[in-house]
Nanobody, 126 residues
Framework: HVQLVESGGGLVQPGGSLNLSCAAT????????MGWFRQAPGKEREGVAVVYRENDIAYYADSVKGRFTISADSAKNTVYLQMNNLKPEDTAMYYC????????????????????WGQGTQVTVS
């Protein structure tokens, strides 16, 4: 059973920063694709950033490139999302995801590709 525990959300002013973290309770070398999705009210869930832990290749949504940085600590089975220069349009519920297999350009942003999801942490930029 895989459980993902997220933390780090909150209320921040435009231009501010937040650092999200997500710890997986099961340590499995096969769960190599970890990352974050988000969903704003009235909008579809979208991929934000995902990292493939075997080679540290990261994928980002165009809207967050240059502002967000994803990283993973394999020893702690944890993934982080450093969010800088936050904008009101970044306001959303942020969900941690993890999956076996290899992330790729074709799969990293697909909601249906990830089986394991966290409960979400709210980020509000206002």
């Amino acid at each position: 059973h895989v459980q993902l525990v997220e933390s780090g959300g909150g209320l921040v002013q435009p231009g501010g920063s937040l650092n999200l973290s997500c710890a997986a309770t099961v340590n499995s070398n096969s769960l190599n694709c970890m990352g974050w999705f988000r969903q704003a009210p009235g909008k579809e869930r979208e991929g934000v950033a995902v990292v493939y832990r075997e080679n540290d290749i990261a994928y980002y949504a165009d809207s967050v490139k240059g502002r967000f940085t994803i990283s993973a600590d394999s020893a702690k089975n944890t993934v982080y999302l450093q969010m800088n220069n936050l904008k009101p349009e970044d306001t959303a519920m942020y969900y941690c995801v993890i999956e076996r297999g290899r992330c790729s350009d074709a799969t990293w942003s697909l909601v249906g590709w990830f089986r394991f999801w966290g409960q979400g942490t709210q980020v509000t930029v206002s």
